[in-house]
């Protein structure tokens, strides 16, 4: 099982950063795709990006070119640095770990407000 904890949440103003942080814990397979989705009340929860084992990416139209996914020691860590931040980008911002071969798992969430 793994455990997925998110940090770095907050509020900001529009044209502002941030940095968020995903560490996981457990029995991490490889290969995998983590990843960042984002869910305002009332709606789906949509994929912002996703980094796999071999650090290719996937960024969602809205955010590529201001948000940028990495991984840090190992495949222990990712982050999700987001500038030029807009108030559409308020949600909260969840981790997915999803190994080729086995079940996924979610974070908690972290809250991004963005105020304009």
């Known amino acids: 099982q793994v455990q997925l904890v998110e940090s770095g949440g907050g509020l900001v103003q529009a044209g502002g950063s941030l940095r968020l942080a995903c560490v996981t814990s457990g029995n991490i397979r490889s290969p995998n795709t983590m990843g960042w989705y984002r869910q305002v009340p009332g709606f789906r929860r949509d994929l912002v990006a996703a980094?796999?084992?071999?650090?290719?990416?996937n960024y969602a139209d809205a955010v590529r070119g201001r948000f940028t996914i990495s991984r840090g020691n190992g495949e222990a860590t990712i982050y999700l640095d987001m500038v030029n931040l807009k108030p559409e980008d308020t949600a909260k911002y969840f981790c997915r770990y999803a190994p080729t071969w086995g079940e996924a798992s979610w974070g908690q969430g972290t809250q991004v407000t963005v105020s304009s």
């Open positions: 980094i796999d084992s071999g650090s290719a990416t």
